[in-house]
C-alpha cells in the first residue's frame, strides 16, 4: 500500500483529521468520504492510480479521527468545511474535486455553489436522495425532539475482527484482507474491551431538515466543470432509498458537460469493489483537462 501521513487542520472550530498521499508539489486531488466513512476509505483507489498525484482526504466532522460537534450536525457544515479547508490547502485556483455517496453530493453542490472554484468533479455513486415532502415536517422534528431525549450510541463489535466480517456481510465484494483492514480505520477502542465505529454516533439521529431535490438541482444547473459521474452496474442501493430511474436520469440532466461510467462487478461501494478500474477512469478524466 501507499503510505499515507495525517494532519490536523483548524476548521471553524473543529480539529479536522486530513489523511494526505504522494509528494507535495504533485497536481492535488481532494477526495470526499460517505455518510460513515473515513478517509483512509479511498486507500485502495491511491493505491491503483499511476501518476503522480498529491491526494487530500478529511474525515469530515465528527468521523474518523475528526472532532466530533455537539448533539447535532448540518449538511450545510459539510460546505463551508470543504470550503474552509480548500482555503488553507489550495487557496488559488481551480480544484479538483471528487467524493464518494455523500461526499460526491458535497462535491456537486459545492462546483455549483462556487464554480468558480472547482475545474473537475468526479462522483462516485453520490445520486441525491428522495425529495420529501413538506407534510413530513412536523413529524420529523418530533422524532428529532424525541431523539435528543437520550444519547445516541453505535452497537459495540467483540473486536476488529467482528467489525471486518460485519463489512463483508454488508458488502459480499470485499475482500477478507480489504475488510480487516478497512476494519481498523472504521473502527475505534470503545473503552469498555470492544471496538465501536469511529465516528460521533449523533449521526445516527434523523436530520430534522428535509431533504428538497430541486435546491440540489437548483445546485447542478450552475455546475460549469465537467464532470465525471460514475456508478456501479448493481444499483440496489439507489433503488433501495427509492431514487428510481426517471429521477436518477434527470439529475445528470442539470449538469453542462457529464461523462457517465458505469463500474461492472461493483456495488454502492465501488472504490472498494473495483479500484482498478474506478483509479483507471478517473485518471483519464483528469489527464484531459490539459488535451
Given at each position: 500500500m501507499k503510505s499515507s501521513r495525517s494532519r490536523f487542520l483548524e476548521v471553524r472550530g473543529v480539529r479536522y483529521h486530513v489523511r494526505e498521499w504522494g509528494r507535495e508539489g504533485a497536481p492535488r486531488l481532494f477526495l470526499l468520504h460517505g455518510w460513515m466513512d473515513v478517509s483512509a476509505s479511498f486507500q485502495f483507489i491511491v493505491d491503483a492510480l499511476e501518476g503522480d498525484w498529491h491526494v487530500i482526504a478529511p474525515d469530515w466532522r465528527g468521523f474518523g479521527l475528526s472532532q466530533w460537534c455537539g448533539d447535532a450536525y448540518w449538511f450545510p457544515d459539510y460546505f463551508a468545511d470543504l470550503d474552509a479547508i480548500l482555503e488553507q490547502l489550495q487557496p488559488n485556483g481551480e480544484v479538483r474535486l471528487g467524493g464518494h455517496s455523500l461526499g460526491g453530493n458535497v462535491a456537486l453542490m459545492y462546483a455549483g455553489i462556487?464554480?468558480?472554484?472547482v475545474g473537475r468533479v468526479v462522483v462516485m455513486d453520490g445520486f441525491g436522495l428522495v425529495d420529501r415532502s413538506p407534510e413530513e415536517a412536523p413529524g420529523r422534528y418530533e422524532k428529532w425532539l424525541h431523539d435528543l431525549r437520550s444519547p445516541a450510541q453505535f452497537r459495540p463489535y467483540a473486536?476488529?475482527?467482528?467489525?471486518?466480517?460485519?463489512?463483508?456481510?454488508?458488502n459480499p465484494r470485499l475482500a477478507a484482507e480489504q475488510a480487516v483492514?478497512?476494519?481498523?480505520?472504521?473502527?475505534?477502542d470503545d473503552g469498555q474491551g470492544g471496538i465501536r465505529l469511529a465516528g460521533d454516533p449523533a449521526h445516527r439521529r434523523v436530520n430534522p431538515v428535509l431533504y428538497r431535490r430541486?435546491?440540489?438541482?437548483a445546485c447542478w444547473r450552475r455546475v460549469s466543470a465537467p464532470v465525471l459521474w460514475l456508478e456501479p452496474d448493481d444499483q440496489s442501493v439507489r433503488q433501495r432509498i427509492g431514487v428510481n430511474d426517471e429521477s436518477h436520469e434527470s439529475a445528470k440532466a442539470c449538469l453542462r458537460d457529464v461523462r457517465v461510467?458505469?463500474?461492472t462487478d461493483a456495488g454502492h461501494n465501488l472504490h472498494h469493489d473495483?479500484?482498478?478500474?474506478?483509479?483507471?477512469?478517473i485518471e483519464a478524466f483528469l489527464r484531459s483537462e490539459h488535451a
Open positions: 462556487r464554480p468558480s472554484r473486536d476488529f475482527d467482528t467489525l471486518a466480517a460485519r463489512l463483508c456481510r454488508d483492514w478497512l476494519a481498523r480505520h472504521l473502527g475505534e430541486a435546491e440540489s438541482e461510467a458505469t463500474i473495483q479500484p482498478q478500474q474506478v483509479a483507471g477512469i
